[in-house]
């Protein structure tokens, strides 16, 4: 019987419960007589339905060997985590060190040996911080070093299942493509997501009317994060009856959350019994009123409008300091793929010197600094000096250009960045 497949009798050695054939497998075991045989992924699959069905009706289950505790000696220790993101990252030496950790103790939740009754629980992180200062690049940065999957979703994008939009659900989607749909190396992997602010309770009574892309989002949000089974979309998108699921457990998926969180100045300033601006009688001695982000706390999310139940999902919180302009000149120029270096990597393909004079990064830094658009609007401003060198130079003999002061100003006034920045 087992040597049978769609009736043909070929010589050849089948799987009695899925039909494949021997040839290619690794294990194949034959029952007593030898009149039947089993493949290693049915035997995979048999053990995961008995380890579900006790899991569900309460019944111990024998935990699996964890092989990878000898692994933990490959994995970066949190200082060569930190060094790492040093190299990338200028300032926020609290949020790199917090990183640094929770990253570590992912790693060490996963080679947890798990014959003893301590567990060791996840710690998702939310990071709080300015625009411009350095949160996705912190995450995009991990994911240089990581050996787990790693993806950076946007929560922007969510509304409650029904609605234009796509599910909650979708955010693992993102993680099994990482993970070339590999579902136990997915189940390990870690999540990054960005703008959460965007889903704070739109309102203070959330009975009124549905706030179906903020209070909703965040509902959906807690299977997630305290770990749960989900179904997910191989596709992404919308859910429909007829589509295949793909089961996903969260549980040891580390999630990463990170968001602006404009205003909330303003919150954390009321309850240290401060002003933001202006003079008060009552304000505390020894608070920086110029940054009032170190001071932030989860009643500080709550009154942004962060429910209390996923904040309790996220016990671990940090924030990132405003960039001055010493931070900002280094970000120009230090990091490895610094912006001035980017452009300096541009123009040598075409076979030219790109120099940047101190006095033109000095301009570019206090550009972004008058208009208040952090380390992000470096970009754009050095964007803005260099569009017309960058369309002339290629088609010219050009073999050096130097970009002063005086250009740097020059260009700017041309496109109108001045007026627009008013």
């Known amino acids: 019987m087992a040597k049978k497949k769609n009736g043909n009798n070929d010589g050849q050695v089948y ?12 294990v194949f075991v034959p029952s007593a007589d030898g009149s039947a045989y089993i493949c290693e992924n049915c035997i995979a699959t048999m053990d995961e339905a008995i380890r579900g069905f006790k899991e569900s009706n309460g019944m111990p289950v024998a935990r699996k060997k964890n092989n990878s505790g000898d692994d933990m000696k490959k994995v970066p220790k949190p200082k060569e985590i930190f060094e ?10 609290s949020a790199k060190r917090y990183l640094s950790v929770a990253v570590y103790n ?9 014959d003893d009754d301590v567990d060791i629980e996840k710690s998702n992180i939310i990071m709080v911080g300015p625009t411009g200062t350095g949160k996705t690049l912190l995450a995009k940065t991990i994911a240089r070093l990581l050996d787990v999957p790693f993806t950076i979703v946007d929560a922007t994008v969510l509304t409650e299942a029904g609605y234009v939009g796509e599910d909650i659900e979708s955010l693992l989607t993102r993680l099994l493509q990482a993970a070339d749909y590999d579902v136990d190396k997915a189940q390990r992997g870690i999540v990054f997501i960005d703008e959460i602010d965007k889903i704070a309770r ?21 299977k997630l994060l305290e770990g749960s089974i989900v179904n997910v979309p191989p596709q992404g998108g919308r859910k429909h009856p007829e589509q295949r699921m793909i089961p996903v457990d969260t549980k040891n ?43 932030v706390a989860p ?12 904040i309790g999902r996220l016990p671990i919180l940090t924030h990132l300091e405003p960039l001055d302009r010493d931070a900002l000149r280094r970000v120009l120029t230090e990091p490895k793929n610094a912006i001035v270096r980017q452009y300096k990597k541009l123009f040598k393909m075409d076979g030219v010197e790109l120099v940047f004079t101190p006095e033109a990064l000095d301009l570019i830094v206090d550009k972004a600094i008058e208009y208040k658009l952090g380390a992000r609007g470096l970009r754009s401003i ?7 060198a960058m369309f002339e130079i290629p088609s010219g003999k050009m073999k050096k250009f130097e970009v002063t002061a005086d250009y740097a100003l020059k260009k700017l006034e041309e496109a109108n960045f001045e007026v627009n920045n008013q």
């Open 202 to 222: 739109k309102g203070d009574n959330p009975s009124i009317t549905r706030d179906v892309s903020g209070e909703g989002v965040q509902q959906g949000l807690l």
């Open 84 to 93: 790492f993101l040093n190299s990338y990252v200028i300032g926020q030496e």
């Open 15 to 26: 799987c009695s419960f899925c039909g494949n054939p021997a040839h290619g497998q690794e």
């Open 299 to 310: 009643q500080d999310l709550k009154s942004f409008g962060l429910i209390p139940e996923i």
């Open 253 to 295: 998926i580390l999630f990463i959350c990170g968001g602006a969180f404009d205003g909330i100045e303003r919150k954390i300033a009321q309850r240290l019994n401060s002003h933001v601006v202006g003079y008060s009688n009552k304000a505390r001695k020894g608070i920086d009123r110029d940054n009032f982000l170190q001071y």
């Open 382 to 388: 050095v964007e803005s000096i260099m569009m017309d």
């Open 106 to 114: 992912h790693y060490k939740r996963l080679a947890q040996n798990t």
